[in-house]
């Protein structure tokens, strides 16, 4: 298998199944209601205090997210990713040949989402409940979401690679770069 091979299956298998390293930090708590944040400068004072906070968090669009729960925010990262993996799948085209073995990464791909959505179910359902998640819970259920992660890399890599084989030098451009433009 060469080197381009390689880096597109793992960039199909990557797209189906990885969960983002932020995931640790959206799940941080947030500061308490009514918290007074330090004036810019202060040794508290941080990049986002004062007049650029107000303004960020006056946006209904960068508001959007603050006030999610956990488990919503995993399902969400989850539902972007089957968007993504249904996006590639559409522009790559397929034959009728072609079709079968995407169905059957696909269907390996649903195994693999389904585990994972089992994590998500398993984090706090409201926004609330995220103070009362210990770091210890946090270290855990990384190592959960990265071990169902090396499990679905495992299981859908014979799919990429039979799907891999099958396309024209034009889809495995496209599976080799999906977030290329132009």
Not at 26 to 48: C, L, N
Request: net charge positive; proline share 9%; aromatic share 4%.
């Amino acid at each position: 298998m060469n080197k381009s091979t390689l880096a597109g299956a793992a960039m199909v298998a990557a797209a189906a199944v990885t969960v983002p390293a932020v995931m640790a930090w959206s799940q941080s708590p947030a500061p308490p209601a009514g918290q007074e944040t330090a004036p810019p400068g202060s040794p508290q004072g941080g990049p986002m205090d004062g007049p650029m906070m107000h303004r960020w968090m006056g946006n209904p669009m960068m508001r959007w997210g603050m006030n999610r729960s956990p488990q919503q925010a995993c399902v969400d990262r989850l539902a972007r990713r089957a968007g993504f993996i249904a996006s590639v799948g559409f522009r790559l085209n397929l034959t009728a040949e072609q079709k079968p073995l995407w169905d059957k990464l696909m269907a390996a791909t649903q195994t693999a989402e389904d585990n994972q959505r089992k994590l998500c179910d398993s984090l706090p359902a409201n926004a609330a409940d995220r103070d009362k998640v210990t770091v210890i819970d946090r270290l855990n259920h990384r190592q959960q979401v990265l071990q169902a992660q090396l499990q679905a890399l495992q299981q859908t890599e014979p799919a990429v690679q039979a799907l891999y084989d099958k396309l024209t030098p034009q889809q495995k451009a496209i599976l080799d770069h999906p977030f290329k433009r132009g």
